[in-house]
Every structure is written in structure tokens, then in C-alpha cells.
């Protein structure tokens, strides 16, 4: 159970941050692009975020 669990927030990290990406790239070939760069800036910290959390989490069950 706890595999599956991690396994489904690790894509709930990926997929937020994958979004963040196609969306900063929208913006910034939409001529946005200081925006489009301020996005792109959530990618690495959603990526560390859902590591350090998952992390934690992992430690808080053994």
C-alpha cells in the first residue's frame, strides 16, 4: 500500500511540474516572456519540494 501511494504522489509531482513547464513555455513564445521565465522558475522547486516531502514521508513510515 504505501508503494502505490508514493508511487501516485510522485507522479502528482511530476505531472505539476510538467504543467509548470508547458506552461511557461506557452508564455513565453506567446510574447510573455518575463512571465514565461517566472514560471519555468516552479519547475526545480516543485521537483525539490515533492522530493524532500516524499522524503519525509518515507521516514514518518519506518
Not at 508514493?6 to 504543467?19: D, G, K, T, V
Not at 508564455?27 to 516531502?53: D, H, K, M, N, R
Request: glycine share 10%.
Amino acid at each position: 500500500m504505501k508503494n502505490r501511494s508514493n508511487i501516485r504522489a510522485s507522479a502528482a509531482i511530476l505531472i505539476a511540474a510538467f504543467a509548470s513547464f508547458v506552461l511557461s513555455v506557452t508564455l513565453w513564445f506567446t510574447g510573455s516572456e518575463q512571465q514565461g521565465i517566472y514560471v519555468g522558475l516552479w519547475v526545480p522547486s516543485i521537483l525539490s519540494f515533492g522530493a524532500v516531502a516524499l522524503q519525509m514521508r518515507g521516514k514518518g513510515h519506518e
